[in-house]
């Protein structure tokens, strides 16, 4: 396999984790326990190898184990053909989250060199349901695992954005701010554009070509207003042009921002909203998936964690996730309540039981099922 | 409980204050001096006093000195016709130890943020503005970092300077600069600024 394997991860006070030590072979991990035990944590800590706020956009804070000294650390040793990765992360008490790239200290995009991480939570179930927001992040992070330069475009276009939207709400009226602030929006966001179209196109391929148990999506990036500018002149000019209506407004009211990802059962021309729940699911982690591949076919395989996927898929569609995870060949984080469900994951998978005594996880290797 | 004397702790928690310390540090710079008191602790709180008597920022370009008027501001050699803008005193140093440039600078003391409620007043633009003239400036050299807000402070000079018969250029692209500048060494500095472009 090529791409980063995770080899070593080690965790101290991160959130029910007062001490955690995982040796990683090749293949799938299952993490199975009781409900409340330290397993969504487990897998929460594997998505702070990525940047951002992890599986459930949490703080530093908010991470730091109860009880614990008021800081954590997060360690993990990745396999590359070239090298051994060290990718350290964590905070002081009351300190934002640093990251250390090798020993030497780095920053959180660096991380989307690295590896990619892409993820299914229950919280995701209703992103088909819900506002945009979550659909545009959902796309994003598709994006950043594919262009890893995505993560800058979207932090540099968001800074902008709040610039200018503060601009707005305190009614000022230099005319060089805002052409100084638009030039940044316009410059980053057409590379947001860009980025995520190309994202569009790579998954679309990867569903193509895919022989697979899960639904197939097309998906568009749609916008309230209908069309918007992505060029960086036309994104230029509709800000300026914009700018009476969003003083008006107090926001920004055009540009990449207003992005939302629509999908549509193939088989059936049903918009994804539209579907049942079990339906949701099965697309949502069919785009998952697609994502994977094409970054498999790019070399560089993803970390996939698979939060409570496996009890909600009927045995035929388990059966089909558990090949093409084999197939695949990349690792993939999953959790469940019983043992039982990971049966079928072949012998190379890992399992550990999770149980909570005290408000701390304590994590034992146990044999496959 | 505290386990230093109060007037120490006060002092550690001062130096808690400063750039790249944290508590842990400030504790331990501060009992390395007070173990050295006579070789250490007492000629650094006299040159603190001296300094607090005497630095002054320089009211036309925002450089430390001594007067109201800086070293390099006074020095009629330097009135080139070029005035580098930088972001902090630390950039100009940087600039300065380089050797690569011969013409005065404009301390802008930050860079432009809504959000950080730091607007044009702010940075001493104005100021820049009604040196233009007075001073025979024909080229302004913007040094900003390659940050959003070092980027728009930059793209809002130019703006704001175009049609004042000024050429307005910045650092060669890819050259971090803006509290980076520290970071280059003497001949990327040089190399940065022959290689200049109009904005
Ligand atoms: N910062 C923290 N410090 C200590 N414990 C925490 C912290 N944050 C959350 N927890 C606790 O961690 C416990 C385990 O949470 P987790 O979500 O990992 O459980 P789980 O094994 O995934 O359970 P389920 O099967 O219900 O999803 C919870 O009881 C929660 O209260
Ligand atoms: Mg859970
Ligand atoms: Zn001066």
Redesign the pocket.
């Known amino acids: 396999m090529s791409g980063a394997r995770l080899s070593t991860l080690a965790l101290s006070d991160f ?2 984790h007062a001490r955690a030590r995982l040796e990683l072979g090749r293949g799938t991990v299952a993490i199975w ?10 897998l ?1 800590a594997v998505s702070f190898l990525s940047p951002g706020r992890g599986l459930r956009g949490a703080t530093a804070a ?7 000294s008021g800081g954590w650390r997060i360690a993990a040793l990745f396999q590359t053909p070239e090298a051994v990765r060290e990718v350290e992360t964590g905070a002081l008490p009351g300190e934002p989250r640093s990251v250390r790239l090798d020993g030497k200290a780095a920053i959180q995009t660096d991380l989307a060199h690295l590896v990619p991480v892409l993820w299914v939570v229950p919280a995701m179930d209703r992103l088909w349901t819900e506002g945009a927001e979550g659909r545009r992040r959902f796309l994003d992070r598709a994006a950043m695992s594919l262009i890893p330069d995505h993560a800058e475009a979207a932090l540099a276009y968001d800074k902008a954005l709040r610039e200018r939207n503060r601009l707005l709400r305190e009614g000022a009226r230099d005319p060089h701010w805002y052409a100084a602030l638009e030039a940044r929006m316009a410059s980053a966001g057409a590379r947001l554009a860009e980025n995520r179209a190309t994202t569009l196109t790579a998954l679309a391929a990867a569903q193509d070509r895919a022989e697979t148990g899960f639904p197939a999506a097309d998906l568009a990036i749609v916008y309230p207003e209908g069309a918007a500018p992505d060029t960086e002149a036309a994104l230029a000019a509709a800000l300026e042009g914009g700018r009476r209506a969003d003083m008006a407004a107090g926001r920004t009211l055009t540009g990449p921002h207003r992005a939302d990802l629509e999908a549509v059962w193939a088989a059936k021309g049903v918009p994804a909203r539209d579907c049942s729940t079990g339906e949701q699911k099965a697309l949502l982690l069919s785009l998952v998936l697609a994502n994977a591949r094409a970054l498999a076919a790019r070399g560089r395989p993803p970390l996939l964690l698979l ?2 996927v496996a009890a909600h898929l009927d045995a035929h569609r388990r059966a089909a996730l558990y090949a093409e995870l084999d197939a695949l060949g990349l690792q993939a984080f999953l ?1 469940g ?1 019983e043992p039982g469900l990971f049966a079928g994951l072949g012998a190379s998978v890992q399992c550990w039981e ?1 149980t ?1 005594a005290g ?1 701390v ?1 304590t994590l034992a290797e146990t044999a496959a099922p | 409980m505290a386990a230093a004397p109060a007037d120490i702790d006060a002092l550690i928690a001062l130096m808690a204050r400063l750039p790249g310390l944290g508590p842990r540090s400030a504790r331990r710079a501060v009992l390395h001096l007070v173990k050295r008191r006579s070789t250490l602790l007492l000629p650094l709180a006299e040159a603190m006093q001296d300094v607090a008597r005497t630095a002054r920022d320089c009211v036309l370009c925002g450089n430390l000195g001594t007067e109201d008027l800086c070293a390099i501001c006074t020095d009629d050699r330097r009135r080139t016709g070029q005035i580098c803008v930088v972001e902090d005193v630390e950039d100009l140093w940087a600039m300065e130890r380089s050797g690569a440039f011969r013409g005065r600078y404009h301390v802008l003391g930050g860079t432009l943020s809504a959000l950080r409620q730091i607007g044009p007043d702010e940075l001493r633009l104005p100021l820049l503005e009604s040196r233009l003239g007075p001073e025979g400036v024909t080229e302004v050299i913007l040094a900003l970092g390659a940050t959003v807000d070092g980027q728009t402070t930059a793209h809002y000079i130019a703006d704001r300077l175009s049609g004042r018969g000024v050429s307005v250029t910045t650092l060669a692209q890819g050259v971090p600069v803006g509290g980076e500048l520290d970071y280059l060494d003497e001949g990327t500095i040089g190399a940065a600024l022959r290689a200049r472009r109009a904005v």
């Open positions: 959130r029910s326990g009781a409900n409340g035990a330290g397993k969504t944590n487990l929460e908010e991470v730091a184990r109860r009880g614990g939060d409570e959790t309540t999770a909570e408000g996880t």
